[in-house]
């Protein structure tokens, strides 16, 4: 009896199943690795960590899409996009170190500015005259000295050679035109004498009236101050309420740096009505 595959008369069907395929299907995706022909339907691109992606397939034949290992066919056109790596960034906490950094340069900051404020409202007050003489009654006045804008005290030498009289001399004679110029536009109420060598001024007696009109000056001034501390507290507190939206300090360590600060700006505050209720006081001693 004849074995039963290599009869002539083989069914078509048993052959289509145990022999080869003349006309196998192409490959449609080409995997890393892998040898397979692509079609020019199909364009493949591989990047640098070996990830797959095709951008066109335009046949509307039924294709395979490769889905998390998976195989789905579909009838319609097909587009694999880039799988792309997801990538975190590190983010690194701040050591307690840099926070301490951090604070203290805020506390320095608002110290020295507070400082500063102090030391102008010192010099303002200075500059408004009393009875008696005082070279920082100058500090204010800027001459101009060879086309620059200079401070008179750089450039002469001021003193008091008596309780109601200044006496400036300059350390460049040929400025003394440009000296008696700054000091009568200074509205200072001084009338300089210039008699080549030096200038000389008088101080004049205040009257009762001039005396209530520079005290208002001087309550003017001092609220400038009193605003200028307040603003530099504020500022400070946004610096802190920053690091707390950072994360960096906690709300009740918000809480005790702020009670630290209104305790600074309390102090300042205090040097500030020293200094003012000290320049009140000379202008309304007789």
């Known amino acids: 009896m004849a074995a039963p595959f290599s009869s002539p008369t083989t069914p078509p069907r048993l052959r289509s199943i145990f022999q080869p395929n003349p006309n196998p299907p192409q490959a449609l995706l080409s995997l890393p690795g892998s040898f397979h022909r692509v079609p020019h339907r199909a364009k493949v691109c591989y990047d640098s960590i070996g990830a797959t992606s095709v951008s066109l397939w335009s046949s509307s034949a039924n294709y395979s899409s490769v889905r998390n290992g998976s195989t789905k066919l579909s009838g319609k056109p097909v587009a694999v996009k880039r799988l792309l790596q997801n990538r975190r960034g590190v983010v690194r906490n701040a050591t307690i170190e840099e926070i301490e950094a951090e604070k203290s340069l805020i506390e320095d900051d608002a110290k020295g500015r507070m400082e500063k404020t102090i030391d ?47 006496l400036v001399q300059p350390y460049d ?28 001024m008088s101080i004049p007696q205040l009257t009762s009236e001039r005396r209530k009109e520079l005290s208002k000056m001087v309550a003017k001034l001092a609220e400038e101050g009193k605003v200028a501390l307040r603003n530099i507290r504020r500022d400070a507190l946004r610096a ?7 994360k960096k300090l906690s709300e009740d360590n918000v809480k005790d740096l702020s009670s630290d600060l209104q305790k600074l700006t309390d102090e300042y505050m205090k040097k ?9 006081k000379e202008l309304l001693k007789v």
Do not use: C, H
């Not at 004679?173 to 000389?200: F, H, M, Q, W, Y």
């Not at 802190?240 to 939206?245: A, D, Q, R, S």
């Open 173 to 200: 004679k040929s400025s003394l035109k440009a000296i008696e110029k700054a000091i009568v536009s200074s509205n200072l109420g001084l009338t300089p004498n210039n008699d080549g060598e030096v200038i000389r």
């Open 240 to 246: 802190y309420e920053k690091l707390e939206k950072e």
């Open 120 to 166: 102008t409202m010192r010099t303002n007050f200075n500059s408004v005259r009393t009875g008696r003489a005082n070279p920082s009654m100058l500090d204010k006045i800027e001459v101009e000295y060879y086309g620059t804008p200079v401070s008179l005290k750089s450039i002469a030498q001021i003193s008091t050679p008596d309780a109601s009289s200044l």
């Open 272 to 280: 500030l009505d020293t200094i003012f209720k000290q320049k009140e």
